[in-house]
């Protein structure tokens, strides 16, 4: 991973952590849905850009780092379903999650091909 690679995933985790902080505080439309869905989509989506700094076999292809994400943020749902992780369980929270992988995904192709296409 070179060192724009780097900034360019810690930007994403930034913001996806931003989000996580913030999620409790919005007020507006869908303010119900932000405040019980908006954190587990935030955190999905930092966690996806943060997966990509370990090196675990196969991270290179995306598909397999949304693969990683989905099956770390699902455990912790697990945890907090049999109360070993603090929080509130939700079945709905996996949809939540897997929002926040697609689009972590999604930005990652798009922005992958502007690093790509500025070089």
């Not at 996580?20 to 930092?46: C, M, T, V």
Request: aromatic content about 18%; proline content about 3%.
């Amino acid at each position: 991973m070179d060192t724009k690679e780097k900034i360019h995933n810690l930007f994403y985790i930034a913001i996806g952590m931003g989000g996580l902080l913030f999620s409790r505080h919005y007020f507006g439309p869908l303010e119900e849905f932000f405040h019980n869905y908006g954190a587990n989509i935030a955190f999905s989506f930092g966690a996806y850009f943060l997966i990509k700094f370990f090196k675990l076999p196969f991270r290179e292809y995306k598909y397999i780092t949304a693969i990683y994400t989905f099956g770390g943020v699902s455990i912790q749902e697990i945890a907090q379903s049999i109360e070993l992780f603090p929080g509130t369980y939700d079945l709905l929270d996996f949809l939540a999650n897997t929002a926040g992988i697609v689009i972590a995904l999604c930005v990652d192709i798009l922005s992958s091909r502007n690093l790509k296409n500025k070089e």
